[in-house]
């Protein structure tokens, strides 16, 4: 079975994202002593690769969370894959665009994996310079799939694109990494969170097998 991890390596460090502390711990059983290693850890809901539940903008709250949202609304999705390859500063990605560029029966699938940057990765391109458009959006709610994972999301005016998406009660993967490296044109996608009652935002990791 092969698996491509699609999860970003989280950005530790005094001044990064995620920040975890290491201390140790003298235990002695009845047989033998011995160093238990423990970890404080301290993250950004943004950090690495995170998922967006509905309730990321409180207008679109539908009541799910990392805490208790159903296991299988995101274990083993049948997903359709969109590969582009914009370059930094192309602007926006219309629905003609994606839908020109999907081969699976998008209407067959429980979600959408959309590679907008090609190989490029998140320092190759100026931010938010590569974008869906509003149609994109509508586009994608037509195709009444449930997560979307994607490289590319708002632009910098910020036109609702999010917004869209979680009146639609589609929850959104950002910042994968190793979209490119997906050759089918469906796949199964899982996404495993921590069970973090009431965070509608968080880390997460994110896999695509072959279907």
Not at 3 to 11: A, G
């Amino acid at each position: 079975m092969a698996i491509i991890d699609l999860t970003l390596p989280l950005d530790k460090g005094p001044d990064g994202t995620c920040v975890i502390n290491r201390s140790e711990k003298k235990v002695t059983s009845l047989h033998k002593s011995y160093t238990a290693a423990l970890f404080d850890v301290r993250i950004s809901s943004m950090a690495g690769t995170y998922i967006d539940f509905p309730g990321h903008i409180h207008e679109t709250d539908d009541g799910a969370d990392a805490g208790n949202a159903p296991v299988e609304n995101f274990f083993r999705l049948a997903t359709a894959v969109i590969h582009l390859d914009r370059q930094s500063g192309s602007g926006g990605i219309s629905a003609r665009e994606l839908a020109d560029n999907v081969s699976a029966d998008v209407h067959e699938c429980r979600a959408l994996i959309i590679n907008g940057i090609g190989k490029r990765t998140y320092s190759d391109v100026d931010d938010r310079s590569v974008f869906l458009l509003k149609d994109a959006a509508d586009w994608i709610v037509s195709t009444r799939c449930r997560l979307v994972v994607s490289d590319v999301y708002e632009s910098r005016e910020i036109q609702g694109i999010f917004n869209i998406l979680f009146s639609a009660g589609i929850c959104t993967v950002c910042r994968p990494a190793n979209l490119f490296k997906i050759t089918d044109a469906c796949v199964l996608t899982s996404v495993v969170v921590l069970p973090l009652q009431g965070v509608t935002q968080c880390t997460c990791r994110v896999f695509a097998e072959k279907k």
